[in-house]
């Protein structure tokens, strides 16, 4: 009896111990779950009184200027008068008159051929015309004497007149063999040699005139309406970027290309220093004379996007405990013509509103942003590029 009175206690005992054990790890689970559950309710109300910071943007206004009018193309530079210098007549090369690349006046010689048949040739064709003339001269003497034909007299006119044509053929053959520049320009890379004997039609070298020079671009076929000779033209090359060229429109083709539907303009433009070279690619802007009010703003400003142009509109707005503060609003645009920095805003903008410039791309809708100018980029209309 006592050793079943013993076993019995000693299960109590051990039950009594699991029993304490359990409620022990219950306090502790209870004591962890209250401590989490402080952690997350002090999140909560954390987050309930959260604020995005304000995301630090440039600003611009929306300013209404006058731009004229115009319309850009890319052109090629066409010379005035250009050609290709030849020999009409065989011959060896006795004296060069030039050298490549100079400049050259109107009848300045360039190549001088090798003329002496030729000058022996028109020395004895002066002779029998000099005999000529004067057989003629007795042969009228005697017909009006009577002591000739007629016959006589119109045998001797004849071969005086053959004399003087035998004498002029040498004298234009030998005129043909100096080639002398038909018009004030610059000279290429010669292609003859002293000794170098030369065909017919050999090249010897091109001459360009350089001043004036040709611009000869395309525009759209709708630009027919406003375009008319004599309207000023603007150029400028990336090969000088700081110089820009006045000129004037003076050919519009009478004709539209049925392919492309433009229409081809040549406009003429001073080069006094030779800077500008046929051949040379340009870009050249049609001006109109009248001028008319754009509203524009910086490019930076527009987000560009397949469904629609837009900016940040910055507003100012109070918040629930009555601070004013800035916030960006997102206003969908349709842009026009866009020059340097600058784009024109057709719609969707008024004079004087204020639009993020730059770190718009950062942005949402109804963003607190706060304004920093001093970062600003210098907005140019012509901007040049700096050499560092």
Same mark, same amino acid.
């Given at each position: 009896m006592a050793a079943g009175s013993q076993q019995r206690v000693t299960r109590i005992s051990k039950r009594r111990m699991w029993i304490i054990a359990i409620a022990a790890l219950l306090g502790v689970v209870v004591i962890l779950a209250g401590i989490k559950a402080g952690q997350i309710r002090k999140m909560i109300n954390a987050g309930k009184s959260f604020a995005i910071p304000p995301e630090s943007v440039t600003s611009a206004k929306v300013?209404? #200027?006058e731009w004229q009018a115009s319309r850009s193309a890319v052109g090629t530079l066409i010379a005035v008068r250009a050609v290709t210098l030849a020999s009409e007549v065989p011959g060896l090369v006795r004296e060069i008159g030039f050298d490549?690349?100079?400049f050259v006046r109107k009848g300045d010689m360039l190549v001088k051929l090798d003329s002496s048949i030729e000058e022996g040739q028109l020395a004895a064709a002066r002779a029998e015309a000099d005999l000529a003339r004067a057989s003629l001269q007795r042969a009228r003497s005697l017909?009006?004497?009577h002591a000739s034909s007629p016959a006589d007299l119109d045998a001797a006119d004849a071969k005086a007149k053959q004399a003087a044509a035998n004498v002029v053929t040498l004298q234009a053959t030998i005129g043909k063999k100096t080639i002398r520049a038909p018009f004030d320009g610059? #000279?290429?890379i010669r292609q003859v040699e002293l000794g170098q004997v030369l065909a017919s039609g050999t090249a010897i070298a091109s001459l360009v005139a350089v001043h004036p020079v040709h611009a000869e671009f395309w525009l759209p076929q709708q630009a027919l309406a406003e375009l008319n000779v004599g309207m000023q033209a603007r150029m400028h090359t990336d090969v000088f970027p700081k110089a820009t060229w006045d000129g004037s429109v003076t050919v519009i083709n009478p004709e539209v290309d049925v392919n492309t539907r433009n229409v081809r303009i040549r406009a003429t433009f001073p080069n006094p220093d030779g800077r500008l070279r046929p051949g040379m690619f340009v870009n050249v802007e049609v001006l109109s004379p009248e001028k008319r009010t754009v509203q524009v703003i910086p490019s930076t400003?527009?987000?560009y996007a397949p469904y629609g142009d837009s900016v940040f509109a910055i507003e100012e707005k109070k918040d629930p405990a009555g601070n004013a503060g800035l916030i960006a609003h997102q206003k969908f645009v349709r842009l026009g013509e866009?020059?340097?920095?600058?784009v024109a805003v057709v719609s969707g903008l008024k004079t004087g509103e204020t639009v993020v410039s730059s770190g718009a791309f950062k942005l949402r809708n109804g963003a607190a942003v706060v304004v920093r100018n001093d970062l600003a980029p210098?907005?140019?209309?012509?901007p040049t590029v700096v050499e560092q």
């Open positions: 300013e209404g #200027v490549s690349g100079t017909r009006e004497a610059r #000279v290429s400003a527009v987000l866009r020059r340097g920095d600058l210098k907005i140019e209309v012509a």
